[in-house]
């Protein structure tokens, strides 16, 4: 069945270091991909999105692109701060299906 | 905002009773969904509804059960709680499964 895989946590950096949170997918065709960001006590959001192969999806500094050959969308910022300190869901959906598939998440503290 | 929210916020309550968790939206989204979050197995799909009536099960729907009678309130009632509830729900809206997923605040459940 379809899945996602992305790596545990958490991920502890120094301010202003660079950020990546691996994800990788199972599809039987081809998903549109999401990262979704959780802040402390609130609900999930979209962080970004890519619909097709080799889309890069981007916001707030973060970026990630759609690679169909590793079924890869790893998360990347080039610095980050303090207020990026949150739980990082990567999720899959398919075409013809209800339903998104998520992550377990992926909890980032970011050190002042 | 796709104005979600989500009644009450948080609720304890004991083993055997049942318990019936609203969530509200004004953006007349189509589709509305039931998760739990817990630590270790991040976000799982409970029910979803795609349209008044239209209900379907997700992955952890046994001791669950979903009504929609209208479009904007999608239900949620444990019909006898267990411990094993106890748990961090949400609800989400869509206009489609390609479509981004937005979150309410959260539902915080303690059965003792």
Redesign the interface.
């Known amino acids: 069945g379809n899945s996602v895989t992305q790596m545990e946590g958490p991920v502890t950096l120094s301010e202003e270091a660079f950020l990546t949170i691996n994800c990788t997918y199972t599809a039987t065709g081809y998903p549109s991909l999401f990262w979704y960001v959780q802040y402390p006590g609130e609900g999930l959001q979209l962080l970004l999105k890519a619909t097709k192969a080799d889309d890069k999806g981007s916001n707030k500094g973060f970026e990630a692109t759609y690679r169909k050959e590793t079924t890869s969308f790893h998360l990347e910022k080039g610095s980050v701060q303090v207020s990026d300190s949150a739980v990082y869901f990567c999720a899959l959906s398919m075409n013809r299906d209800d339903k998104i598939i998520f992550g377990k998440g992926t909890r980032l503290h970011i050190l002042p | 905002d796709a104005g979600?929210t989500q009644s009450p916020r948080h609720k304890v309550t004991e083993t055997g009773t049942p318990v019936t968790l609203r969530c509200h939206q004004t953006e007349n989204h189509r589709?509305m969904?039931w998760y739990r979050q817990d630590p270790?197995?991040?976000?799982r799909?409970i029910h979803?509804s795609?349209g008044v009536k239209d209900t379907?099960k997700?992955e952890v729907s046994d001791g669950y059960s979903v009504s929609r009678s209208k479009t904007e309130d999608f239900l949620l009632t444990l019909e006898s709680a267990t411990s094993s509830q106890t748990s961090v729900y949400?609800c989400?809206v869509s206009e489609s499964?390609?479509e981004?997923?937005?979150?309410?605040?959260?539902t915080r459940l303690l059965v003792l």
């Open positions: 979600i589709y969904y270790g197995h991040g976000l799909l979803y795609y379907d997700g949400f989400a499964s390609q981004t997923q937005y979150f309410g605040p959260g």
